[in-house]
């Protein structure tokens, strides 16, 4: 699966700019309001001068998040009567500045706790109203003002709590991310050791299967030679040189499994050229033509998909070595959407499959159905076809998602 970065921010604070560009629009606005009305209400430098100063009262909310506030109830309140006093200035000047409210509503909710909000909100709504009728329309009905007001804290109150709502929905799905990304470490982790016991598993079964019974033999043949010793020195002879010859096979097997545990392929170089240069070794040391093809266009992987391949070509090439009696062998990794596919092909003497099993455990011992095991742990499929004479075709396919 593709690993992606998530960002930390929450949705509204990713849109504060928003925010922030409908607070100065509305600040300009309400300043031509004035340029244009001069004439009707006058006073146009000191409206101009309060916009100015309200503007530079604002500054602090774009880049001080929502956590500098709300640590800071006192002097967060004592900032606000601040802003309000210059709002209410502007208020009296013109009773257009009340569309100013766009700018002081939003905050409140996006900044305090929506309790505190509310309440905050209510204040408002009741000394502007206020502000505005006595200071244009002395004169009118207060009833209706009354309910004017209430209809405007309503409706903020309303606002306000859809706010909330947003806000809490978009920290509960932070925490619900950050707890996913939790568990996906967690799983990780538990199945690097997974990882690692099966390939301990896996390591003891080699050396099980090839350098400890080297070495039993090795001393087989020693004691033998022992024995015959001084008295039969041709049969001595003989068992000293098949002692040499098992030691020799006994370290190149050692060779082979310490090039294998080389975790340094898979960094240094594409998967490709790992398998590639891993088959062309294989090659000058058997003496058997080994032919790499690489299809489709690469794309990166997660590392379990490319040591299992990878491992696969290892095992692939070792049964061949062991088993196939082969005088070359075909290797091709293929990049399809949705899927990578492994092929090994020789031209040995091929076996014929148990129909009952997927692997034959007679051809490859342990290391083949390691291979399968690896396989289906990724959700894939290893397919073995082969005829007596016909040579061995093994196809690895593995379902990916591609790393980004």
Do not use: C
């Not at 100065?24 to 031509?32: A, R």
């Not at 043949?221 to 030691?247: G, M, N, R």
């Not at 997660?302 to 040591?307: D, L, M, S």
């Not at 491992?311 to 196939?324: C, P, T, Y």
């Amino acid at each position: 699966m593709a690993d992606q970065v998530l960002d930390n921010n929450h949705v509204w604070e990713r849109w504060d700019w928003l925010w922030h560009g409908a607070a100065y629009g509305l600040l300009l606005l309400n300043s031509l309001l004035a340029v244009v009305n001069e004439a009707r209400y006058g006073s146009l430098a000191h409206l101009l001068l309060l916009s100015a100063l309200l503007a530079v009262w604002y500054a602090p909310f774009v880049p001080l998040p929502e956590s500098f506030w709300t640590a800071r109830l006192a002097w967060t309140a004592a900032y606000w009567l601040l802003g309000w006093a210059l709002w209410a200035g502007l208020i009296l000047l013109q009773p257009a500045s009340l569309l100013l409210a766009g700018l002081f509503y939003p905050l409140l909710f996006i900044r305090l706790p929506v309790r505190r909000a509310i309440v905050g909100g209510v204040l408002l709504t009741v000394a502007t109203m206020t502000l505005f009728t006595l200071g244009h329309y002395p004169d009118v009905h207060w009833p209706t003002i009354l309910l004017i007001a209430i209809l405007l804290m309503a409706s903020s109150t309303l606002v306000g709590l859809f706010i909330n709502a947003l806000i809490q929905q978009s920290q509960e799905r932070q925490r619900l991310v950050e707890a996913l990304q939790t568990a996906q470490a967690s799983l990780a982790e538990v199945e690097q050791e997974r990882g690692i016991l099966l390939e301990r598993q896996r390591l003891a079964r080699e050396i099980h299967d090839t350098l400890a019974q080297d070495f039993t033999s090795v001393i087989m043949h020693l004691t033998a030679a022992q024995l015959q010793l001084p008295h039969d020195l041709a049969s001595a002879q003989q068992a000293v040189t098949q002692a040499e010859t098992t030691a020799r096979d006994g370290l190149h097997e050692a060779r082979r499994l310490v090039w294998a545990l080389q975790p340094s392929q898979l960094t240094e170089v594409s998967l490709a050229e790992s398998i590639e240069r891993w088959a062309q070794q294989w090659s000058e040391e058997q003496g058997i033509t080994a032919v790499f093809t690489l299809t489709g266009d690469p794309y990166s992987l997660r590392p379990a998909w490319e040591t299992t391949l990878f491992r696969a070509a290892q095992e692939a090439l070792r049964n061949v070595e062991k088993h196939a009696q082969a005088s070359q062998v075909n290797l091709t990794l293929s990049y399809m959407p949705g899927q990578v596919v492994l092929d090994a092909a020789d031209d040995g003497r091929g076996f014929t499959p148990n129909d009952a099993a997927p692997v034959d455990p007679t051809v490859g011992g342990f290391g083949l159905r390691g291979m399968q095991e690896r396989v289906e742990r990724l959700g894939g499929t290893l397919t073995i076809e082969s005829e007596p004479g016909q040579g061995t075709a093994v196809a690895i396919a593995l379902p990916v998602i591609e790393e980004t």
